[in-house]
Structures are given as C-alpha cells and as structure tokens.
C-alpha cells in the first residue's frame, strides 16, 4: 500500500497529465484545420470508460497507462500512419476531414502542437511556482556528490562546506559556479570546512568543445525567494530553454559516443522520480511535472519516424519535392521508427530494472 501511495499514484498523476496537454496540442490545432477527430485517448489497449462528444470523437482511459493518442480520421493506427486504403475508398467530403488531405504546412502545425504544448506547460508551471513559492538559492554546503564524477574522486563529501576557492570567499553556489565556469580548465583550490576540520581539495575542471565540464556538486537549497511576474516569465523562458538545450546535448553526445546510454531511464525512472518528489509536496511534484513535460516535448522532436518529429520530418521532405513520399517508403520508414523506439525502451527498462537491483534479486531469488 505504501509503494502504491507512494510511487504508482504520483506517477498515474504526471504522466496523465502531462500526456493529456501533449495529446491536446494535438487536437485542438487539428480541429482548427478542419480534421475529423475519432479517438482521444488516455493510454493503450481496452478502454475502461469512455465517452463520444457531440462531434462523434470518443473520449476514453485506457487500460495501459503509458502514453496516450489522438486518432484522426485516415490514419491507421495511433502513430498517425495514413491508412491509403481507407482514404480512397472514402467519399470526397470525409476524405477532405483527414490529416492526409491537408496541406504540408497544416500537417507540421499539427504535428508540432503536441510539443509545443508541452513548452507551453512548462512555462506556465514554472512561472506560477516561481511568483508563488519563488526560485531556490543555493548554499555553498554540498547536499550530495555525484558518483563517478570528479567532485566524488577528488574527496568532496556531502554535508561539506565551501568556504573558499583559491583564496576568494564564496558565500552562495552560484558564485561556486561562475569561478568553476571562468577557470578555463586551471587547477581550483576548494577550501572545505568538514565538520570541525579544515580541508583543502584540488580540482581541475576538464574543458570540452570550449565548455567547461561540470564537477558533479549538488548544493542544498539555502532558500526560496519569490519573484515578481515578469521575472518569474523571464527565469521560466530560461530554463525552459536551458532544459532543452541540455537535453539535446546529452543525447548528442550519447549518438556520437562520449556520453553513456547507461544514463537512459523508463518509466521506473519516471515513477521513482515522481514518487521521491511527491514527498516534498504538490509544488516539488508539479515542479517535476513542468520539467518532465519539457523533456517529453522534446524528445517528441526527434527526427524519428513514429515521432512528431519523423511526421515533420516527411512533410518537410514533401515541400522540397514537391509530392508525398512513396508508399512503400514510409512503410518502411515507420516500421524502422518501431524497431528503433521499441528497442529504446527495452534498453531503458533494462538499465531500470538493473539500477533499481530488480534483477540482482531476482537472480538472487533463483539461485
């Protein structure tokens, strides 16, 4: 019952809503351009209940909760991929409702609603949290270090002190962080109060592609200080942005092979992070959500076919040509975006299952 409380409610609640404003993006530009809406739905598989609105779409939760779909009229499955034989056995009329009668650029706008109703989400999420319980300031106090990371090798402990680095007093980590991002790669002396000890350590922060690397620091929260509203809209854009960019960062780096696809988590990931924030209350949950639905957003982007951004992609393709892509082609296409994205999960499932020790005790179990 405690894992129940603690962990599957706060999960159903994140990804529910945040899959809910990623499919109504979808719906609502869809309308709009004059497209035949038949099934929103929230989840896979059988429906649980469900209701049809006055425009014939069907509204329903579904058994699976992982995800969810808008079905347009056309199309022949939840991945928006056109049904051709349906389309032109069709009358002219309905056949003008479908996603796959309208013009490229309609399709985009459809296509990228979804993630830029997740932007939009987060922007406005952020921004309420920041007027209403305010942004946090950091302390130079290490809450926790991270493993494997350079702070972790050079001896810094969680519940240290930074008192002073190369002699210049520090009183709030961000000041920590503009001297460790202006060192240009040059040694760093951190003078740590541990305790009732003093303690020097050194560190070199690793320069890569002309950035400075991060040391792997976790400061504790000092406070929250709220802002007024067009601050609050402003640090919102900003780290809307900044989620983005470091998003697409890391993944490149994982295509190009100097990042770990070690570091991909499922939805036991998302379930643990959700339930570990709802322990902090409802603004450190919906603060998660904001962040999640950023992510969600963007990873929707990527130029993969089943994808939002394998759609764009296509149509993209189309303008240039000047026709659609064949047939046969986008069959393939879409058949290689599923091998691809199953195959993701699977992988990020696996490093779950191994991060959470679910498979050292099953084998412990077994033998």
Same mark, same amino acid.
Request: proline letters at 4%; glycine letters at 10%; charged letters at 15%.
């Given at each position: ?10 999960? $159903?609640?994140?990804?529910?809503? $945040?899959?809910?404003?990623?499919? #109504? %993006? ?6 709009? @351009? ?28 579904? =058994?699976?909760?992982? /995800? ?11 991945? !928006? ?12 009329? =309905? ?5 796959? !009668? ?24 952020? &921004? ?26 050079? %001896?810094?402990? &969680? ?24 060192? %240009?790669?040059?040694? $760093? ?40 509203? =067009? !601050? ?6 900003? =780290? ?16 190009? /092979? ?12 998302? /379930? ?9 209350? &409802? ?11 950023? @992510?969600? %957003? ?17 149509? $993209? ?28 999960? #699977? ?12 498979? /050292? ?7």
């Amino acid at each position: 019952m405690d894992w129940l409380i603690g962990y599957l409610i706060p999960f $159903l609640v994140v990804l529910t809503v $945040l899959v809910f404003v990623h499919e #109504l %993006g979808h719906y609502l530009v869809a309308r709009y @351009n004059g497209v035949r809406i038949e099934v929103f739905s929230i989840g896979f598989g059988p429906e649980i209940f469900g209701w049809t609105d006055r425009v014939q779409t069907r509204w329903k939760f579904s =058994l699976i909760p992982l /995800g969810g779909y808008v079905r347009m009229f056309g199309d022949a499955d939840a991945s !928006s991929r056109p049904d051709h034989d349906a389309l032109r056995k069709a009358p002219d009329e =309905l056949r003008q409702q479908s996603l796959h !009668s309208k013009t490229p650029w309609q399709r985009i706008a459809i296509s990228a609603a979804g993630p830029l109703a997740n932007f939009l989400f987060s922007f406005i999420v952020l &921004a309420i949290v920041f007027m209403i319980k305010g942004q946090p300031t950091y302390s130079t106090t290490v809450a926790a270090v991270s493993p494997g990371m350079q702070a972790e090798k050079a %001896g810094l402990l &969680a519940d240290d002190t930074i008192l002073k680095i190369n002699h210049e007093t520090v009183h709030d980590f961000e000041q920590v962080r503009g001297i460790i991002r202006k060192s %240009g790669g040059k040694e $760093l002396n951190f003078e740590i109060q541990r305790q009732q000890a003093m303690v020097t350590i050194t560190m070199t922060p690793e320069v890569e592609n002309g950035a400075v690397k991060l040391l792997g620091i976790n400061p504790a929260i000092k406070e929250f200080v709220p802002q007024g509203p =067009l !601050s609050a809209c402003k640090d919102s854009v900003v =780290l809307v942005y900044h989620l983005c960019t470091s998003l697409t960062y890391g993944v490149g780096r994982m295509i190009v /092979g100097k990042g770990s696809a070690n570091e991909l988590g499922s939805f036991l990931s998302i /379930g643990s992070m959700a339930g570990d924030s709802a322990k902090f209350g &409802a603004v450190a949950l919906i603060s998660f959500m904001a962040i999640l639905s950023v @992510n969600l %957003g963007m990873i929707n982007l990527f130029p993969i076919p089943m994808l939002d951004g394998g759609h764009i992609l296509f149509y $993209l393709i189309e303008i240039v040509r000047k026709k659609p892509i064949s047939e046969k082609a986008q069959e393939y296409a879409f058949i290689m975006g599923f091998v691809l994205v199953m195959g993701l999960m #699977l992988f990020s499932t696996w490093n779950d299952l191994v991060r959470f020790k679910v498979i /050292g005790w099953f084998l412990k179990g077994n033998n």
